[in-house]
T-cell receptor, first 111, second 113 residues
C-alpha cells in the first residue's frame, strides 16, 4: 500500500495564477518532507523541504505547507510561470529512514 | 563537471548482454544511492552506499550488481536482464546516509530488448 499519495496525476494552471500541488501520507512518524521537480530527460531537482517541527517554509515563489494532523503536504507556486511546467514529486522520510516518493503530479502552466 | 553525472544517458541492451551504468558525484558527499523509476510508478530505492559500504539492498534481483569503489563513484553492473527491467535508473548522493537532501543525476534510460 502506498505510504505517499499524490492523487492528482496532472494539473493545468494559467500563467500568473497560483499552482497548488498536494500530497498525503499515512505514517505520522515521518519527520522530513521534500518536494522535487523533474523535467523530461533530467533527474529530479530538489526544490524545497520542511521538517515536522514547522508548518510552513517559503523560498521565493515556492511555499510548502505541512498539516500534521491531516497528514497532508502541499506546495504553492505563485505566480506560476511556464518554466514551472514539470513533474513534481513529494518525498517523505522517517528519522534515519529512506526517502519514500509519491508518483508525481505533472504541472502544465499555460501562457 | 558539477553535481551528479551519469553515463550513458541512454542504453539499449539484449537480455544476454552485460553492461554497466556509471555515476559520479562532485559534491563531496559520503552516501550514494541507486533508484529505479518505471512508468507510472514512484521512484524505488535499490541500493544505498555509505562510505563505500553497502548499507541497504532493497530486495533487488542479483542480475543487478552495484559497486562503489570510492565515495565519488558508483556503478550498477547489469547482466541477463529482462524486458521488465526497462526503466529510468537514477543515481543520487547526500551528505550522511539517509540524512540531508539527496541530489540526483540525470538518469540512464535503459531499454532491454
Amino acid at each position: 500500500d502506498q505510504q505517499v499519495k499524490q492523487n492528482s496525476p496532472s494539473l493545468s494552471v494559467q500563467e500568473g495564477r497560483i499552482s497548488i500541488l498536494n500530497c498525503d501520507y499515512t505514517n505520522s512518524m515521518f519527520d522530513y518532507f521534500l518536494w522535487y521537480k523533474k523535467y523530461p530527460a533530467e533527474g529530479p531537482t530538489f526544490l524545497i523541504s520542511i521538517s515536522s517541527i514547522k508548518d510552513k517554509n517559503e523560498d521565493g515563489r515556492f511555499t510548502v505547507f505541512l498539516n500534521k494532523s491531516a497528514k497532508h503536504l502541499s506546495l504553492h507556486i505563485v505566480p506560476s510561470q511556464p518554466g514551472d511546467s514539470a513533474v513534481y514529486f513529494c518525498a517523505v522520510r522517517l528519522v534515519g529512514g529512506n526517502l519514500i516518493f509519491g508518483k508525481g503530479t505533472k504541472l502544465s502552466v499555460k501562457p | 563537471e558539477t553535481g551528479v553525472t551519469q553515463t550513458p544517458r541512454h542504453l539499449v541492451m539484449g537480455m544476454t548482454n552485460k553492461k554497466s551504468l556509471k555515476c559520479e558525484q562532485h559534491l563531496g558527499h559520503n552516501a550514494m544511492y541507486w533508484y529505479k523509476q518505471s512508468a507510472k510508478k514512484p521512484l524505488e530505492l535499490m541500493f544505498v552506499y555509505s562510505l563505500e559500504e553497502r548499507v541497504e539492498n532493497n530486495s533487488v534481483p542479483s542480475r543487478f550488481s552495484p559497486e562503489c569503489p570510492n565515495s565519488s563513484h558508483l556503478f550498477l553492473h547489469l547482466h541477463t536482464l529482462q524486458p521488465e527491467d526497462s526503466a529510468l535508473y537514477l543515481c543520487a548522493s547526500s551528505q550522511g546516509v539517509r540524512r540531508g537532501t539527496q541530489y540526483f543525476g540525470p538518469g540512464t534510460r535503459l531499454t532491454v530488448l
